[in-house]
């Protein structure tokens, strides 16, 4: 598939250095497949077509452990689970005020 689009701030041997901003810095019609470092977050995220969706990421832990999964306690925006997969949250769960978790038929949303 050819490259249609790309908005690289500058390409080093060392890597690719990528669009980077505030999540109010969000471009407000991305085209699906945007990749940006949120630095409000501190992490990658990339545009599905619908919504910003973090990319990586997964278990850290000391040295090369890899056993623990971290999750924020208070949700602050909308969120739908995608329809027929589940989603797991740990520990004493906040959804703020005027924010709705929508759980669609098929899907679970588990906290323990």
Known sequence: MPLTRAKL???KLEGVDVPAGTTAQRESTPETG????????????????????????GATGGGADEVFIENDQT??????????????????ITVNGGVTVTVPSGSRWVVV
């Open 75 to 92: 949700v602050t925006t909308d969120y739908t689970i995608t329809t027929n997969k589940n989603a797991v949250s740990a520990g004493t």
């Open 34 to 57: 945007t990749l940006r470092f949120n630095t409000s977050d501190a992490r990658f995220e990339g545009y599905t077509g619908s919504a910003w969706a973090l990319v990586g990421g």
């Open 9 to 11: 701030v500058g390409v």
